[in-house]
Nanobody, 124 residues
């Protein structure tokens, strides 16, 4: 059973940057696809970014394209989300997810493991 632990959230000003980290432990393979989702207050959880198990295929939500970058370090079983030019609409609880398979998807159902989330608040 894989456990995921997110870190790096915080309170920032519009236009600032943050880097989220997610480290997996207890997994059986370092080639699991990993992704980031977020949930704003009063809204459903939504896809943000995903990376396949080999790091060569990445997907982004339209709302974050050009501002967010997902990357991974298979040696550390970790995935990162570099978030630049943050906006108030980026506020939410950010979840890391992983699945038993290398292919990445931009929706929740294929993901088998979830972290507890890290809060990102963008406010002036």
């Amino acid at each position: 059973q894989m456990q995921l632990a997110e870190s790096g959230g915080g309170l920032v000003l519009p236009g600032d940057s943050l880097r989220l980290s997610c480290v997996g432990s207890g997994g059986t393979s370092v080639t699991e696809a990993m992704a980031w989702f977020r949930q704003a207050p009063g809204k459903e959880r939504e896809f943000v970014a995903a990376c396949n198990g080999y790091g060569n295929t990445k997907y982004y939500a339209d709302s974050v394209k050009g501002r967010f970058t997902i990357s991974r370090d298979n040696g550390k079983n970790a995935v990162y989300l570099q978030m630049d030019s943050l906006k108030p609409d980026d506020t939410g609880l950010y979840y890391c997810a992983a699945r038993r398979g290398a292919a990445a998807y931009n929706f929740e159902a294929p993901y088998d493991y979830w972290g507890q989330g890290t809060q990102v608040t963008v406010s002036s």
